[in-house]
């Protein structure tokens, strides 16, 4: 199959993070095995998802080393999207082509798998491996599974592609995302009775508030890197929910609150004065009121920076591969951070732009497929 028909294929899996993505995981490893490949599957605990990594050998045979050629397999909700045509089938028009995914990044996925059967016929001197993964809308909390049973297994690739959406352009580094959840536990009271209460809300407010002036420090004083769009680290606050009744004082607050931090920056560093906030001011003031008052403040997803040295073997071979020496730098997180972190070299680059993911009509277009085709080929080739 080529790259537009397995991108066909791919879209038609409704894989949004809530679902499962095993029957698009399984077809994949179905047909690699058809092709003589043995893939194996990392499963979530719960075994309803899982990553898939398959090792195309070195023409003697030879497992170790190469390039991994990485992309995920979930996609983010259509819901309350005016989408103009059915989001899970993929829908030519004018050299466009539609479906969720398509962009970010089931295109990256298909052009890898089309060319499966060129690079096991090429005389290569080294192995491409791939590495599909679930659940990295909601974090990139699939692939660390993968990642920590390529370490067990002992494969030590040379050098990762992971080919989110950029043009084909190059990508050498990318921000941190560090997600937490916060609960805020107060006293409830009738809301003519104040003192008697302890108001989970207005705790909460000010504790986001303390979050925006560290953003606004950020903003303003630095760490700084102009090759982002956003040269600094940022803080936000995106969720919130509260109280009961009008007049009743609120016993518990729920909030969300994430930071992109630049590489070279301590993500626990970051999160160890949000702490510091609660731990010496707030809750003393909290517990003021009412003894029993608490703050959990809980980790969730979080992905890894990626800074990606120019030495590397890897960024020096995309570079000449797409002819592009351009240093770009993104804030939007990827896993790349991830396989990074445990000592493979990688960098971002991959068919379609970031501005079309996420949004209804999504879509790749063909000659964006057809350059990652070209790429692809000629990185197998090179090895």
Not at 6 to 14: A, C, K, P
Not at 56 to 70: K, T
């Amino acid at each position: 199959m080529n790259a537009r028909t397995w991108l066909e294929t791919l879209v038609g899996f409704d894989t949004t993070s809530r679902n499962s993505n095993l029957a698009l995981i399984e077809t994949v490893r179905d047909w690699l095995k058809g092709q003589g490949v043995d893939a194996w599957l990392a499963h979530n605990p719960e075994r309803t998802k899982a990553n898939l990594f398959a090792t195309l050998p070195a023409q003697d045979g030879n497992q170790q080393g190469g390039i991994v050629l990485s992309g995920h397999t979930d996609v983010v909700p259509v819901d309350g999207q005016d989408w103009s045509t059915d989001p899970f089938q993929l829908i030519e028009k004018d050299g466009l082509l539609y479906g969720r995914g398509s962009c970010d990044m089931k295109g990256f996925i298909a052009g890898s798998l089309a060319l499966v059967p060129e690079f096991l016929a090429m005389p290569r001197k080294k192995p491409i491996h791939l590495a599909f993964s679930y659940d990295e809308e909601v974090g990139c909390a699939g692939a660390p599974y993968m990642l920590a049973d390529l370490h067990e297994r002992g494969i030590r690739p040379e050098g990762c592609v992971v080919g989110e959406p950029t043009g084909m352009q190059v990508v050498v580094a990318h921000k941190g995302i560090n997600l937490f959840r916060c609960k805020v536990h107060g006293k409830a009271a009738h809301s003519s009775l104040t003192p008697r209460g302890c108001n989970a809300i207005e705790y909460a407010a000010r504790l986001i508030c303390r979050i925006r002036d560290l953003a606004d420090s950020f903003k303003a004083n630095g760490p700084y890197d102009q090759f982002y769009d956003v040269p600094f680290s940022t803080m936000t606050t995106n969720q919130i929910r509260g109280g009961i009744a009008v007049n009743t004082i609120p016993e518990l607050c729920e909030f969300t609150y994430e930071f992109r931090n630049l590489p070279g920056m301590q993500p626990d560093q970051i999160q160890a004065e949000v702490e510091k906030y609660v731990r010496d001011e707030l809750l003393p003031r909290m517990k003021a009121e009412f003894d029993g008052a608490s703050i959990e403040i809980e980790t969730g997803a979080a992905a890894p920076a990626l800074e990606a040295s120019e030495e590397a073997a890897i960024t020096q071979l995309v570079r000449a591969l797409t002819e592009d020496r351009a240093t770009r730098k993104v804030a939007y997180g990827t896993e790349a951070g991830l396989f990074q972190g445990i000592g493979i070299p990688t960098v971002v680059c991959g068919p379609g732009h970031i501005e079309q993911a996420h949004k209804p009509n999504e879509f790749v277009a063909l000659d964006q497929l057809a350059a990652c085709e070209t790429f692809l080929r000629r990185m197998g080739q090179s090895l």
